[in-house]
């Protein structure tokens, strides 16, 4: 992996010095993935991890293995800046998700990471009330979450976006009466997801996955003290999702950056830039929980060649005229080169000199809420930031 301090820093598109493109996108299963359909950046990496299998484990840091579940307890915030990711015990904020239930289980995953500071603590419960507003927002196409596009290039909403509209309304306006029928409508579409999956196009699986997110940050606000099965269902559930995604792309979910593969039509950019922000979320995600606390929990460094998120003027574009003029601003300025991975937004976050605070101003002027939480969600672990400047030895984020 090439970091962004190996290259050449410029302020202008055509002077600068690319990265070569980073086979950064691993599956679970190598063997899906039909050897004509893999991108070259891919061939090599792919071949090797085939013969050493247990190195996978190292590009990891996917959804697959991701549970959101009901281990989320309450309790206090310690101060633990100097503890590392390898050695942190689960503290679990108050009040965060209210209702859950106290009891401890290495079989409920969701672990609290520990910021190291007052603010960073801060920082970490913004995160989360963002986070839990997803459902809300999903009642109107104009305030989708900042993962899902409102699909303003398509007559109609796809399917299970409109299903997944009509829940969450359900969610918002639940009564103690209602709640039962509106589990049963999540679990008929978790089902439905299950039974019709090998049928799905890619643009299908995508909604579907998206949908499931919601569904499943529904199942973590809506606790009724008891802890049913449906967390490590819709997990796996997910992953479902994710080996056929993987199949019908011939290359992990979560896409590349769009100089790295531009996208030649609107609609073909809103997909990928989909998938990237899918990506994105999940980083935010485990900026504030582990997977459980016998997992190391991914670090900055690993995702330093990670694609961001691309601008807001982009993503909210409502004709394809806007989107072009959206883009040709968008790819003529500084953040096309300069700030496109996580890398250069760390740096930028970290390093505080002159032309990182340009990029940092330019990052913030076009970013919508996904890069907010993006840069509160790389700020949360000083410690981290050390080890992602100081630790620059080729390190992969799969998806």
Same mark, same amino acid.
């Given at each position: 992996?090439?970091?962004?301090?190996?290259?050449?820093?410029?302020?202008?598109?055509?002077?600068?010095?690319?990265?070569?493109?980073?086979?950064?996108?691993?599956?679970?299963?190598?063997?899906?993935?039909?050897?004509?359909?893999?991108?070259?950046?891919?061939?090599?990496?792919?071949?090797?991890?085939?013969?050493?299998?247990?190195?996978?484990?190292?590009?990891?840091?996917?959804?697959?293995?991701?549970?959101?579940?009901?281990?989320?307890?309450?309790?206090?915030?310690?101060?633990?800046?100097?503890?590392?990711?390898?050695?942190?015990?689960?503290?679990?904020?108050?009040?965060?998700?209210?209702?859950?239930?106290?009891?401890?289980?290495?079989?409920?995953?969701?672990?609290?990471?520990?910021?190291?500071?007052?603010?960073?603590?801060?920082?970490?419960?913004?995160?989360?009330?963002?986070?839990?507003?997803?459902?809300?927002?999903?009642? %109107? !196409?104009?305030?989708?979450?900042? /993962? &899902?596009?409102?699909?303003?290039?398509? *007559?109609?909403?796809?399917?299970?976006?409109? $299903?997944?509209?009509?829940?969450?309304?359900?969610?918002?306006?639940?009564?103690?009466?209602?709640?039962?029928?509106?589990?049963?409508?999540?679990?008929?579409?978790?089902?439905?997801?299950?039974?019709?999956?090998?049928?799905?196009?890619?643009?299908?699986?995508?909604?579907?996955?998206?949908?499931?997110?919601?569904?499943?940050?529904?199942?973590?606000?809506?606790?009724?003290?008891?802890?049913?099965?449906?967390?490590?269902?819709?997990?796996?559930?997910?992953?479902?999702?994710?080996?056929?995604?993987?199949?019908?792309?011939?290359?992990?979910?979560?896409?590349?950056?769009?100089?790295?593969?531009?996208?030649?039509?609107?609609?073909?950019?809103?997909?990928?830039?989909?998938? %990237? !922000?899918?990506?994105?979320?999940? /980083? &935010?995600?485990?900026?504030?929980?582990? *997977?459980?606390?016998?997992?190391?929990?991914? $670090?900055?460094?690993?995702?330093?060649?990670?694609?961001?998120?691309?601008?807001?003027?982009?993503?909210?574009?409502?004709?394809?005229?806007?989107?072009?003029?959206?883009?040709?601003?968008?790819?003529?300025?500084?953040?096309?080169?300069?700030?496109?991975?996580?890398?250069?937004?760390?740096?930028?976050?970290?390093?505080?000199?002159?032309?990182?605070?340009?990029?940092?101003?330019?990052?913030?002027?076009?970013?919508?809420?996904?890069?907010?939480?993006?840069?509160?969600?790389?700020?949360?672990?000083?410690?981290?930031?050390?080890?992602?400047?100081?630790?620059?030895?080729?390190?992969?984020?799969?998806?």
């Amino acid at each position: 992996m090439v970091s962004r301090t190996e290259l050449v820093p410029s302020l202008v598109r055509g002077a600068s010095n690319r990265p070569e493109a980073a086979a950064d996108d691993i599956p679970n299963s190598l063997s899906d993935i039909p050897v004509e359909n893999r991108r070259p950046a891919q061939m090599g990496l792919i071949a090797r991890l085939e013969h050493n299998p247990e190195e996978v484990d190292s590009y990891a840091m996917d959804w697959v293995n991701f549970s959101w579940d009901s281990s989320l307890q309450q309790g206090s915030l310690t101060n633990s800046a100097s503890t590392s990711l390898s050695t942190r015990q689960p503290i679990f904020l108050q009040n965060d998700f209210p209702g859950i239930p106290t009891t401890s289980s290495r079989s409920r995953p969701l672990i609290r990471r520990r910021p190291g500071t007052a603010a960073a603590e801060q920082g970490a419960r913004l995160v989360l009330h963002i986070i839990r507003a997803f459902p809300e927002m999903m009642q %109107r !196409r104009q305030t989708f979450p900042p /993962f &899902i596009h409102q699909h303003w290039h398509t *007559p109609t909403l796809p399917e299970k976006l409109a $299903t997944c509209m009509s829940i969450s309304q359900l969610f918002v306006s639940r009564t103690h009466e209602t709640k039962p029928f509106l589990w049963r409508s999540i679990d008929h579409e978790e089902q439905r997801f299950r039974d019709e999956l090998e049928n799905y196009s890619k643009h299908e699986t995508l909604a579907a996955m998206q949908a499931l997110v919601i569904y499943t940050i529904i199942a973590i606000v809506d606790q009724d003290g008891e802890i049913p099965p449906r967390y490590g269902r819709l997990t796996r559930t997910f992953k479902m999702m994710t080996i056929r995604f993987i199949r019908l792309l011939g290359a992990a979910p979560f896409s590349e950056a769009e100089w790295a593969n531009p996208s030649l039509q609107w609609e073909d950019w809103v997909f990928a830039e989909s998938r %990237r !922000r899918l990506g994105c979320l999940w /980083f &935010i995600i485990s900026r504030i929980v582990c *997977p459980d606390a016998d997992l190391l929990c991914p $670090t900055l460094k690993a995702c330093r060649n990670k694609p961001l998120c691309t601008a807001k003027a982009m993503w909210e574009a409502r004709s394809r005229e806007e989107w072009e003029t959206a883009r040709a601003f968008f790819d003529a300025g500084l953040l096309y080169t300069d700030v496109w991975n996580f890398g250069a937004l760390i740096d930028a976050h970290y390093n505080r000199d002159p032309l990182n605070t340009m990029r940092l101003d330019a990052w913030e002027a076009g970013t919508d809420k996904m890069g907010v939480l993006l840069s509160i969600a790389i700020s949360l672990f000083d410690n981290d930031m050390e080890e992602s400047q100081t630790d620059l030895s080729p390190a992969g984020c799969s998806r």
